[in-house]
């Protein structure tokens, strides 16, 4: 079975950072993507770990350690525009992805 | 290029009728998959195709068929809706072939209202 967790809200400021994070309990590991939803659209691609370590793209950068089956996402200078739903997933056998249930993230003045 | 396009973008279905949600994709992706997204439930993965010609059942494929005749087109099938398929439903591709980070893109999502 799939177990994915992650915070369903969290609320920070803008030009702050935030940390979200994700647990996972799969039956295998074959990389773990974060997706960010906008309300009413879908969701677009933000970053892949399938390797232990840290991976900075921008503003954007998602930690990975597979021995404690955790991730997270780290949102740096936060804009009001990051208000969003981030999707914690994981790929365990196969192609399809395992998604959490995802964590709102409102940015405040 | 469109990517993956769906449609209808929304629809109001009663209930007992047969619908078929349409989605196409132009990035010659050889993986194209069906999910749902329901308030407080995140996505689920109701069926998927690892190559044309090939489907998979996923989480939640009761009540639910798909095809995938050729690499472009995967329809998805409400055989006789019922309200619990009240939805949105995203289509998602990915090319599974190149041996990258086999990143899935979305569709635009079609809401779906069965009453």
């Known amino acids: 079975g799939q177990n994915i967790d992650q915070p369903t809200e969290m609320t920070a400021t803008e030009g702050a950072i935030v940390q979200i994070n994700c647990t996972y309990q799969?039956?295998?590991?074959?990389?773990l993507f974060w997706y960010q939803q906008h309300a009413g659209e879908a969701p677009t691609f933000l970053s892949y770990?399938?390797?232990?370590g840290l991976e900075e793209k921008g503003r954007f950068s998602s930690f990975l350690s597979r021995s404690k089956g955790y991730s997270y996402l780290l949102l740096k200078e936060l804009q009001m525009k990051d208000s969003a739903s981030y999707l914690c997933?994981?790929?365990?056998?196969?192609?399809?992805?395992?998604f959490g249930k995802g964590t709102s993230l409102l940015v405040t003045p | 290029i469109a990517g993956i396009t769906q449609a209808p973008t929304s629809q109001i279905l009663a209930a007992g009728r047969r619908m078929t949600l349409r989605c196409t994709q132009d990035?010659?992706?050889?993986?194209m998959y069906w999910y749902r997204q329901d308030l407080g439930l995140g996505l689920r993965l109701i069926h998927y195709?690892?190559?044309?010609?090939?489907?998979g059942k996923g989480e939640v494929p009761d009540g639910y068929s798909v095809s995938r005749a050729n690499t472009d087109d995967f329809p998805l099938t409400l055989a006789s809706a019922v309200p619990s398929q009240t939805s949105v439903y995203f289509c998602?591709?990915?090319?599974?072939?190149?041996?990258?980070?086999?990143?899935?893109?979305f569709g635009p999502g079609t809401r779906l209202t069965v009453l």
């Open positions: 770990n399938v390797l232990d």
């Open positions: 997933a994981v790929r365990d056998s196969g192609y399809a992805l395992n």
């Open positions: 195709s690892n190559t044309a010609g090939t489907t």
């Open positions: 998602a591709s990915s090319d599974e072939a190149s041996g990258g980070a086999d990143t899935q893109y």
């Open positions: 799969t039956s295998g590991f074959n990389g």
């Open positions: 990035m010659r992706h050889n993986a």
